[in-house]
């Protein structure tokens, strides 16, 4: 069995609103293995955001646990957590969010820069290659066309060589062309880096790249 590099279980979580309080999840079990793609599909408010806020670190659960690599992240400092973001975890989410003001090449160096690491200019440069968007590195985003920024956004959430890489929708702003390119880029970088990929969608055909698939509704997590 591969190694599972991040379990967690009976994950629950509510939201007030006024009077009112929604419970999104309610005790949800899953685990990743390295090296694998782990898809969660579901329909639009299902919960897949907030369950992949929980498991990235970025929110915390009402109740339950997570453990990245064997260690319960609960015991954590908020410095600890930092740097296990900085360090482990790579983010792609359905807006690109590039910064509009600086080039392609500048864009995926941003998280470098912002921790003050040593760049990894080459490693850039190399993504870039592999992934065909070399010619595009000293354009704008404005200058790039939407799936080429969704690929770029996805080359940003790899410079820091996560071992995990949470994908949130990453599918959802894009036309089935784009999509599909974005789809065969998640399988390549699989591949090729043997990267661990959490990814969310509501469509079945992007959810098919799964080694491993799930569904959430309501607020329950089943295994496909």
């Known amino acids: 069995m591969d190694k599972v590099i991040l379990e967690a279980q009976g994950l629950v979580k509510s939201y007030t609103n006024g009077p009112n309080k929604l419970k999104v999840l309610d005790g949800i079990d899953i685990s990743l293995e390295a090296g694998k793609i782990v898809t969660i599909m579901g329909k639009s408010g299902s919960g897949k955001s907030t369950l992949l806020n929980i498991l990235s670190t970025l929110d915390n659960p009402d109740q339950g646990t997570l453990k990245i690599n064997g260690n319960n992240i609960k015991s954590y400092s908020d410095n600890d ?3 296990l973001r900085n360090s482990y975890i790579g983010f792609v989410f359905q807006f690109h969010h590039l910064l509009p003001d600086f080039t392609v090449f500048e864009n995926i160096l941003m998280p470098q820069w912002i921790n003050k690491k040593n760049s990894k200019v080459n490693w850039a440069l190399e993504l870039l290659d592999t992934l065909e968007l ?3 590195k000293d354009q704008y985003p404005s200058e790039l066309s939407g799936g080429e920024r969704q690929r770029v956004a996805v080359l940003r959430g790899l410079i820091n060589k996560p071992r995990i890489l949470f994908a ?10 784009n999509a599909l390119i974005l789809v065969d880029l998640f399988k390549k970088i699989n591949r090729d880096y043997n990267m661990t990929i959490l990814l969310t969608t509501h469509n079945p055909d992007v959810a098919a790249i799964g080694n491993v698939k799930y569904e959430l509704k309501k607020t329950l997590l089943e295994k496909k």
């Open 81 to 83: 957590i930092s740097y």
């Open 134 to 136: 070399i010619k595009s």
């Open 168 to 177: 949130d929708e990453p599918t959802g702003n894009l036309d089935e062309k």
